[in-house]
């Protein structure tokens, strides 16, 4: 489902319109933000610190208000409702658990607030812990639980009344990797088992990558590029969104020819490469071209690749399922290659020459 469709923008669950933010009254750290997201979607806004992504989650969740425009929560506007009444879940890096109250008592305190009945709110609990596969810690206290344990119930505590949405601002940030890699699973699985609607603010892009229907690629306040995780990683449509979703070799050059989707680049020391035309207009044009390291291959057969150049190996580090190789082409002397770990290519030493190719269609022409 494209993010420009009139269904999706008809029966959007959450509504951002034409909204600006301003701390003080002249830079706009968000800048007319139109974003329309689907019931049941998990939309990921990812991109560095500064970029506004987090204040956009704290638009929605009620702590910052907008400058300008309208936030849209189930075809209601919600710029006058107070926090606590906007009926969504909210996990934060820091878990803000409450130190006092046991686990359960912690993810009874949303049900008590809305003044559930103590069958409902035990019976509640019981189900929040089984879901986050902690059914016997009910009686701990936080002190006692792992940050994972830990930042399972902030989890289970932001979706044990049921919310229609469910707001995580870096939840993963405290996390060592192995337990943050595990923790995007549980959290992608919940997400898959309850249907809920999942915000979720991130400035890393593996767990971006891992955990979401569509991203939001944010930066300088303005969202970049909207896609699916593979086609924002295969089509980036600017140079800022090649360069921070995944490794990029990039050169640049300037367009010496544009037929259809397809173009011709003079790079600056002189070659020329065929790419694919993605965010250039005519000739002249000045161009970065973007090129995933895995999609070069070493030592093609002749005529294989529209494009294909001689090499020297400058360094090899071995990475177990392939050799990240840096090579000397075109003018650059960090082109980086992942060469998959086959007996064929095993021979590289640093040093010597070998030839390289490429597709155009893997090959993107984008803003200079």
Same mark, same amino acid.
């Given at each position: 489902?494209h993010e420009?469709?009139d269904?999706?923008? $008809?029966?959007a669950?959450?509504?951002?319109?034409?909204v600006?933010k301003?701390?003080?009254g002249? +830079?706009?750290?968000? #800048?007319?933000?139109?974003?329309?997201? $689907?019931?049941?979607?998990f939309?990921?806004?990812?991109?560095?610190?500064?970029?506004?992504?987090?204040?956009?989650?704290?638009?929605?969740a009620?702590?910052?208000?907008?400058t300008h425009?309208n936030?849209?929560?189930d075809?209601?506007?919600i710029?006058?409702?107070?926090? !606590?009444?906007?009926?969504?879940g909210?996990?934060f890096?820091?878990y803000?658990?409450?130190?006092?109250?046991?686990?359960?008592?912690?993810?009874?305190?949303?049900?008590?607030?809305?003044k559930?009945?103590?069958?409902e709110? +035990?019976?509640?609990v019981?189900? /929040? @812990?089984a879901?986050v596969?902690?059914?016997? @810690?009910?009686?701990?206290m936080? /002190?006692q639980?792992?940050?994972?344990?830990?930042q399972r *119930?902030?989890?289970?505590?932001?979706l044990?009344?049921e919310?229609s949405?469910?707001?995580?601002?870096?939840?993963?940030?405290?996390?060592? #990797?192995n337990?943050r890699e595990q923790?995007?699973y549980?959290?992608?699985?919940?997400h898959?088992?309850?249907g *809920?609607t999942v915000?979720?603010?991130? !400035?890393?892009?593996?767990e971006?990558?891992t955990m979401s229907?569509?991203i939001?690629v944010?930066?300088?306040?303005?969202?970049?590029?909207? $896609?699916?995780?593979?086609? @924002?990683?295969?089509y980036?449509?600017?140079?800022?969104v090649a360069?921070?979703?995944g490794?990029?070799?990039?050169l #640049?050059?300037?367009?010496e020819?544009l037929?259809?989707?397809?173009?011709e680049?003079? @790079?600056?020391d002189g070659d020329?490469?065929?790419?694919?035309?993605?965010?250039?207009?005519g #000739?002249?044009?000045?161009t970065t071209l =973007?090129?995933r390291p895995?999609?070069v291959s070493?030592a093609?057969?002749?005529?294989e690749?529209?494009n294909?150049?001689? $090499?020297?190996?400058?360094?090899?580090?071995?990475?177990?399922? !392939?050799?990240?190789?840096?090579?000397?082409?075109c003018?650059?002397d960090?082109?980086?290659?992942k060469?998959p770990?086959?007996h064929?290519?095993r021979?590289m030493?640093?040093?010597q020459p070998i030839?390289?190719?490429w =597709?155009?269609?893997?090959?993107h022409?984008?803003d200079?």
């Amino acid at each position: 489902m494209h993010e420009t469709s009139d269904s999706l923008n $008809a029966s959007a669950f959450v509504r951002f319109e034409n909204v600006q933010k301003s701390y003080d009254g002249e +830079t706009l750290v968000v #800048k007319d933000l139109n974003l329309a997201i $689907a019931k049941g979607e998990f939309l990921t806004m990812l991109g560095p610190s500064g970029s506004g992504k987090t204040t956009c989650l704290m638009m929605l969740a009620g702590f910052e208000s907008a400058t300008h425009g309208n936030i849209l929560l189930d075809g209601t506007r919600i710029d006058n409702v107070a926090p !606590h009444r906007r009926g969504i879940g909210m996990v934060f890096q820091n878990y803000a658990l409450f130190p006092h109250m046991t686990v359960a008592e912690n993810l009874a305190f949303p049900l008590q607030v809305r003044k559930r009945s103590r069958q409902e709110v +035990t019976e509640r609990v019981r189900r /929040a @812990l089984a879901m986050v596969e902690l059914p016997n @810690l009910g009686d701990r206290m936080p /002190a006692q639980l792992s940050g994972g344990q830990q930042q399972r *119930v902030a989890v289970a505590r932001a979706l044990v009344f049921e919310p229609s949405l469910v707001l995580m601002d870096e939840p993963l940030g405290a996390l060592d #990797k192995n337990l943050r890699e595990q923790m995007q699973y549980e959290i992608r699985h919940i997400h898959d088992r309850l249907g *809920v609607t999942v915000v979720y603010v991130t !400035h890393d892009q593996t767990e971006a990558l891992t955990m979401s229907n569509r991203i939001a690629v944010f930066d300088d306040g303005v969202v970049q590029q909207l $896609a699916s995780p593979s086609d @924002l990683y295969e089509y980036p449509q600017n140079a800022f969104v090649a360069a921070f979703i995944g490794e990029n070799n990039t050169l #640049k050059g300037t367009v010496e020819s544009l037929e259809g989707s397809e173009c011709e680049v003079r @790079l600056d020391d002189g070659d020329v490469i065929r790419a694919r035309a993605v965010n250039v207009s005519g #000739k002249g044009d000045r161009t970065t071209l =973007s090129l995933r390291p895995e999609r070069v291959s070493v030592a093609p057969e002749n005529g294989e690749f529209p494009n294909s150049f001689e $090499a020297e190996v400058r360094e090899l580090i071995y990475l177990g399922d !392939h050799i990240r190789t840096r090579v000397n082409v075109c003018g650059n002397d960090d082109f980086i290659i992942k060469v998959p770990n086959a007996h064929a290519h095993r021979q590289m030493t640093e040093g010597q020459p070998i030839r390289i190719g490429w =597709s155009t269609e893997d090959c993107h022409a984008l803003d200079a």
